[in-house]
């Protein structure tokens, strides 16, 4: 294992960091990072940012806001918090937390913080969430990210976040400051630096991972890609506009789907788009143009549904529900 210590507080810069690593470094052997951000948001990729996000409180706290390009729900992090990456060479295409949530679970045992998995991507302390996870794959690579709250604003992430109602009743909370803890209860002597040291050192002794150090080319090339992949417009521009129909559920150990959809005079497919925080590789322009066209009719729309989650599955998602949700 590698690991590229990262002194950036740019969300940014270190999402272009990720991808930079897995689609143009290529390393031969996994990778693990570690960072911290200024107050962020994260938007995953297949979620609507006004769904999700409460813009005017972000912009007014000058709060950052990115998308990833993994899937899962949105996060908030900042400075009393970290994230941890890790990027594994497979040819696996997989989502599969397990290993990489192992990791992250041992480490912060050993430096007598007592968290365990919970659910499809969590870690939690006494049922609390101290962490989420998620994931996306590109050719011959598979990253695991996750955030880690050790003192972070909790109150800004509360009015930062719109959480589905939906999905507080499945979860029987009332808000996301219920759902959350911070880890600093179980080391009340350590500020958020504290915590990343230790950690750093103790990731670095199980996984007996060497250094790595990137250039000064490498890095003009970060920023490169920051501005193309990562700029803040192209959070707001998904702006979901209204449709005609709309049907949303969540489903359990899946996540938050929705369908919005219109149709012609015909009763076809004239618009369709997928979104929720869902785990998948799924390409929605693809689905989409499977879709359009095609008469608003079950069984001449399950077998397309079934085609497109075949190639690139949702994980945890059945290609009945999908095609039970859109009528």
């Known amino acids: 294992m590698i690991y590229f210590p990262v002194n950036s507080l740019d969300v940014r810069h270190n999402f272009a960091l990720e991808y930079y690593l897995m689609t143009e470094k290529r390393p031969t052997e996994p990778v ?26 972000i912009e007014a706290h000058h709060i950052t806001a990115v998308r990833r390009l993994s899937g899962g729900g949105t996060i908030y992090n900042d400075q ?11 040819d696996d295409a997989t989502i599969d ?16 913080i007592n968290a365990q998995d919970d659910s499809r991507n969590d870690l939690v302390v006494d049922g609390r969430k101290v962490s989420g996870s998620a994931q996306y794959l590109t050719d011959g690579y598979r990253l695991h990210h996750g955030s880690l709250l050790f003192n972070a604003n909790l109150d800004w992430m509360a009015q930062a976040l719109k959480v589905d109602p939906d999905k507080m009743k499945a979860k029987h909370i009332q ?8 880890l600093i209860d179980q080391q009340p002597d350590w500020d958020a630096e504290k915590f ?13 991972a060497k250094i790595g150090h990137l250039k000064s080319v490498e890095e003009d090339r970060l920023r490169q890609i920051a501005a193309s992949q990562f700029n803040e417009k192209s959070v707001w521009k998904s702006e979901q506009r209204p449709y005609d129909h709309v049907h949303k559920n969540y489903l359990t150990g899946i996540g938050v789907v929705s369908v919005a959809f219109d149709l012609d005079q015909q009763q076809r497919l004239a618009d369709i788009k997928l979104s929720g925080d869902f785990f998948s590789n799924i390409n929605l322009q693809h689905f989409k143009k499977a879709l359009i066209g095609k008469p608003y009719q079950r069984e001449m729309i399950a077998p397309v549904i079934e085609a497109q989650l075949n190639q690139s599955p949702i994980k945890g998602l059945q290609p009945d529900q999908l095609t039970d949700l859109l009528f």
């Open 80 to 90: 009393g918090g970290c994230q941890f990456t890790l990027i594994t060479p497979t």
């Open 32 to 57: 693990l990072l570690l960072w911290s951000t200024t107050p962020t948001v994260m938007l995953g990729k297949y979620q609507t940012a006004k769904n999700e996000l409460n813009r005017p409180f």
């Open 175 to 182: 808000s996301v400051r219920q759902r959350t803890v911070n």
């Open 97 to 112: 937390f397990s290993s990489g949530l192992n990791l992250v679970t041992q480490a912060l045992n050993q430096i007598g």
């Open 196 to 208: 990343k040291k230790e950690l750093e050192r103790t990731l670095l002794n199980l996984t007996h």
